[in-house]
């Protein structure tokens, strides 16, 4: 089990570019999961994917955001035309499924939009 | 909304007392119940799940759940400095979508 992997780790970004995230779960598990966190707050659910089905995507995310999870495997979070208020903490998160799965979280990426 | 809340302390203890976190919910549906420690400027760490009604207990950690009442509390016994981080509370289990709570900062004294 080498636990839920994300990249980069840190990214700044000038507003208005694309930048996309990359999340590796723990290999057993086929749920995959997107959060975003501001300081202060507790993670807020974005989407979710069992194997490659995106199952659930906030209402919160516009159109700027979009995920998927090619081969029920890795999974990529990219943001279109970044604005200041994109700055957060994005957490990966991956589970066994079940209603009693925990969470398991990467270590995050912190983007900083100037 | 489905929510889960959290007072944001801080809360402050002295080493090698008992911390009681609280935490309530707003799903009746929610069936799992989490609670993750996460240190400044790092990622949500697993501590406890519980799922059914009483208590269950994990080295220093006791997690308690009240299901009648919709409430979760997490005990921390001889607190050291080294838990002073962020508790979230999270719920889980009804759509598959956790939700969590805005965190309690517990802060211990030396």
């Known amino acids: 089990d080498t636990g839920v992997s994300q990249n980069p780790r840190h990214k700044i970004t000038k507003r208005g570019q694309n930048v996309t995230f990359r999340c590796d779960p723990i290999s057993e598990h086929n749920r995959l999961y997107w959060y975003r966190q501001t300081l202060g707050q507790g993670p807020e659910f974005l989407t979710y994917?069992?194997?490659?089905?995106?199952?659930?995507k906030s209402r919160l995310l516009s159109d700027r955001f979009s995920a998927e999870r090619p081969k029920g495997s890795f999974s990529t979070l990219e943001i279109q035309r970044t604005e200041q208020g994109d700055s957060a903490m994005y957490l990966c998160?991956?589970?066994?499924?079940?209603?009693?799965?925990?969470?398991?979280f990467g270590n995050g990426t912190r983007l900083t939009v100037t | 909304q489905k929510e889960v809340e959290q007072n944001s302390g801080p809360l402050s203890v002295p080493e090698g007392a008992i911390a009681s976190l609280n935490c309530t919910y707003s799903?009746?549906?929610?069936?799992?119940f989490f609670w993750y420690r996460q240190y400044s400027g790092k990622s949500p760490e697993l501590i406890m799940s519980i799922y059914s009604n009483g208590d269950k207990e994990d080295g220093r950690f006791t997690a308690q759940l009240n299901k009648a009442s919709q409430y979760v509390s997490l005990l921390i016994r001889d607190s050291q400095p080294s838990d002073s981080a962020t508790y979230l509370c999270a719920s889980g289990g009804g759509t598959y979508k956790y939700i969590f709570g805005t965190g309690t900062r517990l802060k211990v004294l030396a």
């Open positions: 799903d009746r549906g929610s069936q799992s």
């Open positions: 998160a991956s589970s066994m499924g079940g209603f009693n799965s925990p969470l398991h």
């Open positions: 994917f069992q194997n490659e089905a995106q199952l659930e």
